[in-house]
């Protein structure tokens, strides 16, 4: 489980907390201890039978308190002639029930170990693989993200099936970062930038901002959480691109869509018609029931008028009582069938207000406007005033009725 710690070329322990045995150690930590670490695998020993008994039980106390971290402890230990030796050792959490002891010299190991601690302590996240990305160090925030309870990523290939679990997701993921680390590698002043939604440790599936790089023969990884941030964006263009009173697109979203209908006409040699519908006497009905039945009024209307579109159509308010509907793929007649539909749909009374003025009924018609798109349109404020225009009429007409515009 812990051979991993062979590819690092300090002095490396793994200790249990409950046990106080050493259950691993690299090749330098073997080297130092000479002949008594031999076997540890099958036969753990005490710390007390490799160092000194008062910095041994000093560094059990450590193990076993809680978070189960110090930044160093002393080792005293003893050569093959019983001449003193004492070492620093930082320690540092490995797994709920192990340590890891990073061993040196007191004289060069306490730069050493107060930059383990500090990468220990900082608040990003930090990873550490060796040249065949085996991992050699995570630091406590890290683990936070990372540390799946069932699964211990030991390689870094490890991680990609427990954080992706949609195989389409994680093709497309390790594609990029499989691309991306090997330019990195060719180029060691470049940094990659990659962002995933991952399965993290608490079962949560979030929106990461990853960046790693090469330094030397290390693969150095970080990443920021920004889930929150990217919710706040997309609530922001939501915002921008909506009317807050009935959720519907706005005017600028409506022209957008409506180009963009125009030019996919345009190529397949179809045609998209356009509505605009206007609320025939709104302004008698906020004078005679208050605006808040107004409002009531429009947002009845827009969900009415979703109800009876199609997946593909677009429903947006363009200000005031004022709505557009956009129609790709329609010819003329397909929308003067929907538009007189629509118009049969608004005539049914619709319940405003709350409270004591609770369900009142308010008779409402609308008159609309409808133009189509030939091959030669391209220009999305063009048909817009085509079909301003065929509302004028319908309005001019009468009101409660639809009139179409010719080119």
Known sequence: MFRWIDAVDVPLLVVGVSSSRVVAANPPARALFGGRLDGVEEAPPLLADVAGVEDALALGRALAAAPGREPSVQLLLHDTSGEPLRFAAALSPLTDEHRLLTLGEPSSRSLRGDFLEI???????????DRDLNALF?????????????????????????????????????????????????DRSLTATSEWKVLCRDGL????????????????????????????????????????????????????DTQAALLEAAAGGSACSLLLLDVDWF????????????????????????????????????GGEEFAILLPGTDTESAMTLAERLLATIRAPIATGTGANASVLVEVTASIGCTTSHGADRDALALIERADRALYRAKAEGRNRVVFDEP
Do not use: C
């Not at 990468?119 to 693989?129: K, S």
């Not at 290939?157 to 497309?172: I, K, M, N, Q, S």
């Not at 922001?236 to 409506?254: C, E, F, H, I, Y």
């Open 205 to 256: 599936t979030r929106m990461v901002q990853f960046r790693y790089r090469w330094i030397g023969d290390y693969f150095v990884m970080s990443w920021w959480d920004v889930t929150a941030h990217r919710q706040t964006e997309q609530q922001l263009r939501q915002l921008a691109v909506s009317d807050p009173l009935t959720g519907l697109w706005n005017r600028r979203r409506l022209i957008e």
């Open 138 to 186: 995570y630091n406590k925030v890290a683990d936070e993200f990372f540390l799946y309870d069932d699964q211990d990523i030991i390689q870094h290939d490890d991680w990609w099936a427990v954080g992706f679990p949609d195989p389409a997701e994680r093709d497309a993921a390790f594609a990029e970062w499989k691309a991306k680390t090997e330019e990195t590698r060719l």
């Open 283 to 318: 302004k008698s009905i906020n004078d005679r029931y208050g605006h808040s039945a107004g409002d009531d009024v429009l947002r009845a209307l827009a969900e009415r008028g979703l109800a009876a579109l199609r997946t593909s159509d677009v429903m947006a308010r363009m």
């Open 119 to 129: 990468l220990e302590q900082l608040p990003a996240p930090i990873e550490l693989y």
